[in-house]
């Protein structure tokens, strides 16, 4: 099993940045990439990014190009995604995921993901 626990959620007014911080913890070691969903209210669960751990490659949401930056630090076990020119439709329920059964081809989808953090909340005002 892989634990995940996020922090860095909050509240900023549009323009601003936050940054979200996942620490795996546990049979981290299995972890084949790492990623972030988000739930707004009253819509789907929708894949934002995810990064692999060993090549570091990455992939992003439309929406969120250009705007949002996933990282990882190996030694840490922990990822990251920075936030910058936060809008309003921003505003979620933020979950890390985590994966011992990647696959590249659906790197967007929920069942790719079989350790999910708790989430944390980020709201934008405008």
């Known amino acids: 099993q892989v634990q995940l626990v996020e922090s860095g959620g909050g509240w900023v007014q549009a323009g601003g940045s936050l940054r979200l911080s996942c620490a795996a913890s546990?049979?981290?070691?299995?972890?084949?990439?790492m990623g972030w969903f988000r739930q707004a209210p009253g819509k789907e669960r929708e894949f934002v990014a995810s990064i692999t751990w060993s090549g570091g490659n990455t992939y992003y949401t439309d929406s969120v190009k250009g705007r949002f930056t996933i990282s990882r630090d190996n030694a840490k076990n922990t990822a990251y995604l920075q936030m910058s020119n936060l809008k309003p439709e921003d505003t979620a329920v933020y979950y890390c995921?985590?994966?011992?059964?990647?696959?590249?081809?659906?790197?967007?989808?929920?069942?790719?993901?079989?350790?999910w953090g708790q989430g944390t909340q980020v709201t934008v005002s405008s």
């Open positions: 995921v985590a994966t011992n059964q990647w696959n590249p081809y659906y790197y967007y989808s929920p069942s790719v993901y079989n350790f």
């Open positions: 546990g049979r981290a070691f299995s972890v084949y990439a």
